[in-house]
């Protein structure tokens, strides 16, 4: 059986590249620079069950693409979760937060509905992201 991204995540998200282990997803909020990872691993639905490998490897995506949005300007704050509780796929959200963002200082999942980008304004945080993290996981800042 192959890899398939649950439907939720495929309507909620863009993609943005594929990293070593993981699709690397924006949500589709324009209030947050928020990133989802989600690891190529058929059937995977928690962290604690994976391999030492691929635990590794997805933590070094996650390690990636949180650096990534740590440099943007304005990001104060990495905040890093993998709830599960609505998509069972396994998916760690890698969300920059700021003091006046809407959801301060509690977290943004379940906070109100998303604010969907419009006229293409997602292009730029996809851009900075293909740059920082889309070789491959090796992180290079614009």
């Known amino acids: 059986m192959a890899f398939v991204l649950d439907p939720r995540l495929q309507s909620d998200t863009i993609h943005v590249a594929s990293l070593s ?9 324009c209030r947050y620079p928020w990133a989802i990872l989600v690891p190529r691993i058929e059937g995977a639905r928690e962290l604690h069950e994976l391999g030492p490998a691929d635990g590794e490897a997805v933590w070094r ?9 740590a ?8 905040n ?20 006046d963002d809407p959801a301060w200082p509690g977290p943004v999942w379940g906070h109100s509905p998303a604010v969907p980008y419009d006229g293409g304004a997602e292009a730029e945080l996809v851009e900075y992201l293909e740059k ?9 800042y614009p």
Do not use: F, W, Y
């Open 21 to 29: 282990i993981s699709d690397l997803l924006i949500m589709n909020d």
């Open 61 to 69: 995506d996650v390690m990636t693409v949180a650096k990534a949005l």
């Open 71 to 78: 440099a943007k300007p304005r990001v104060e704050k990495i």
């Open 80 to 99: 890093i979760g993998a709830l599960g509780n609505r998509v069972a796929q396994l998916h760690i959200h890698v969300v920059g937060r700021k003091v």
């Open 132 to 140: 920082a993290c889309g070789d491959g996981g090796s992180c290079r």
